[in-house]
């Protein structure tokens, strides 16, 4: 078993592993928020608007609405949400994801300066806190759903675990892998910054086991550390429907919110097999978007995902943000992440000369990215 240093980018926003110098996130934050009202304050914005209008959809993800960071996954406050959102409807025309995917299939150009809205995961508080913020700017969004979570209402599981290593009153945790003879790894769990990492690291192994192994897991780590996660924070089916009703659309983002990449294919294929069949049976959704939890695929994944009849799917990192009948295709949509930050960010962030200048920066790495060709057979796939 290999508990090895973790190459996956976390959920949150934490700097880990090699942790900086104390004063490094107080300047960089310092440095962020004096550019980004500078760039808006000085008319960046208004200009890169008018100059370079979005010529089709920008497609935004959030998480859970709230004003904490509970199991290490920060909320978004809704009071942050509402102001974005009013920016947003002021300069942008907000539009249903299936709007959007119904001008690839019928080749009709997406509307520009479009936005959409989306939430991975189906937290609870996207019912409680983001529905009535949304209402009241007139706009609906559509909800990734982990069919395991509604079915059950437990957190997805590295909120789960992120849940134990965040409420544990334990000081270590000693991990014994009798099986292996390796000797027990010892985890501090005496600061803040140790029981990060140390969730850090227990979850770059748990990424890379199935199902019932990380489950298995998890119901041990949560005995050895002494707490039960909650099972109140997710939508139930119910909860769903009454989204529906609302007029939000609904996707498949697996059963149990596995990193698809990391684990056998066939247990991928089941993952979203199921979750399919899941979203038929309970809110009667024939051709769902689907979502890569943790932006976990594969071009073979992509390929998987048209096959089992999903409607569409996102490419994590695509070489555009903005998308297009040119540049894209219902299976390799770009996404942006909604800041945890007041709209000012976003404006900046959207309209602001940055991420020119951060796409020129990183121009080699950038310029490899392409989208994922669905012309070719599955590797692994037995015919269907
Ligand atoms: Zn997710």
Redesign the pocket.
């Given at each position: 078993m290999n508990f090895s240093r973790s190459t996956v980018r976390p959920l949150t926003r934490f700097p880990f592993d090699r942790p900086l110098p104390r004063f490094v996130p107080f300047v960089k934050e310092i440095l962020r928020i004096l550019i980004t009202r500078a760039v808006v304050h000085s008319g960046l914005t208004t200009l890169g608007r008018r100059l370079f209008p979005k010529r089709g959809a920008v497609i935004f993800y959030g998480?859970r609405v709230a004003a904490d960071d509970e199991g290490y996954l920060e909320g978004l406050r809704p009071e942050w949400l509402d102001d974005q959102l009013a920016y947003l409807t002021r300069h942008y025309e907000i539009i249903r994801l299936s709007d959007l995917l119904r001008c690839f299939e019928e080749r009709r150009p997406v509307p520009e300066r479009a936005a959409v809205l989306t939430f991975?995961?189906g937290f609870r508080d996207n019912l409680t806190r983001a529905l009535p913020v949304l209402q009241r700017h007139g706009v609906t969004a559509t909800v990734?759903v982990?069919t395991g979570c509604a079915a059950n209402g437990a957190l997805?599981w590295p909120q789960r675990l992120g849940w134990l290593f965040q409420r544990t009153p334990r000081p270590e945790l000693v991990i014994r892998l009798e099986e292996t003879g390796l000797p027990p790894l010892e985890l501090p769990l005496n600061t803040t910054a140790a029981r990060r990492r140390a969730c850090l690291k227990v979850k770059e192994f748990l990424t890379r086991q199935p199902r019932a192994v990380r489950e298995s897991w998890l119901a041990r780590l949560s005995r050895e550390l002494e707490v039960e996660p909650p099972r109140d924070r997710m939508l139930s089916w119910k909860d769903l429907r009454e989204l529906q009703v609302a007029g939000w659309e609904l996707g498949a983002?697996t059963v149990s919110?596995p990193w698809l990449a990391r684990i056998p294919f066939e247990e991928a294929r089941w993952e979203m097999e199921r979750c399919r069949a899941d979203l038929r049976e309970h809110l009667g959704i024939e051709h769902p978007p689907f979502?890569f939890?943790?932006g976990s695929f594969t071009p073979e994944l992509m390929r998987l995902a048209k096959s089992l009849g999903f409607r569409s799917a996102f490419q994590p990192n695509p070489p555009h943000r903005v998308n297009t009948l040119e540049n894209s295709h219902p299976f390799a949509l770009g996404r942006l992440g909604l800041p945890n930050a007041p709209a000012v960010y976003l404006e900046a962030e959207l309209d602001g000369p940055l991420p020119v200048v951060r796409r020129l920066w990183r121009r080699p790495e950038a310029s490899g990215r392409r989208p994922v060709d669905l012309s070719l057979p599955l590797p692994h796939s037995p015919s269907r």
């Amino acid at each position: 078993m290999n508990f090895s240093r973790s190459t996956v980018r976390p959920l949150t926003r934490f700097p880990f592993d090699r942790p900086l110098p104390r004063f490094v996130p107080f300047v960089k934050e310092i440095l962020r928020i004096l550019i980004t009202r500078a760039v808006v304050h000085s008319g960046l914005t208004t200009l890169g608007r008018r100059l370079f209008p979005k010529r089709g959809a920008v497609i935004f993800y959030g998480h859970r609405v709230a004003a904490d960071d509970e199991g290490y996954l920060e909320g978004l406050r809704p009071e942050w949400l509402d102001d974005q959102l009013a920016y947003l409807t002021r300069h942008y025309e907000i539009i249903r994801l299936s709007d959007l995917l119904r001008c690839f299939e019928e080749r009709r150009p997406v509307p520009e300066r479009a936005a959409v809205l989306t939430f991975d995961d189906g937290f609870r508080d996207n019912l409680t806190r983001a529905l009535p913020v949304l209402q009241r700017h007139g706009v609906t969004a559509t909800v990734f759903v982990v069919t395991g979570c509604a079915a059950n209402g437990a957190l997805p599981w590295p909120q789960r675990l992120g849940w134990l290593f965040q409420r544990t009153p334990r000081p270590e945790l000693v991990i014994r892998l009798e099986e292996t003879g390796l000797p027990p790894l010892e985890l501090p769990l005496n600061t803040t910054a140790a029981r990060r990492r140390a969730c850090l690291k227990v979850k770059e192994f748990l990424t890379r086991q199935p199902r019932a192994v990380r489950e298995s897991w998890l119901a041990r780590l949560s005995r050895e550390l002494e707490v039960e996660p909650p099972r109140d924070r997710m939508l139930s089916w119910k909860d769903l429907r009454e989204l529906q009703v609302a007029g939000w659309e609904l996707g498949a983002h697996t059963v149990s919110h596995p990193w698809l990449a990391r684990i056998p294919f066939e247990e991928a294929r089941w993952e979203m097999e199921r979750c399919r069949a899941d979203l038929r049976e309970h809110l009667g959704i024939e051709h769902p978007p689907f979502c890569f939890p943790a932006g976990s695929f594969t071009p073979e994944l992509m390929r998987l995902a048209k096959s089992l009849g999903f409607r569409s799917a996102f490419q994590p990192n695509p070489p555009h943000r903005v998308n297009t009948l040119e540049n894209s295709h219902p299976f390799a949509l770009g996404r942006l992440g909604l800041p945890n930050a007041p709209a000012v960010y976003l404006e900046a962030e959207l309209d602001g000369p940055l991420p020119v200048v951060r796409r020129l920066w990183r121009r080699p790495e950038a310029s490899g990215r392409r989208p994922v060709d669905l012309s070719l057979p599955l590797p692994h796939s037995p015919s269907r």
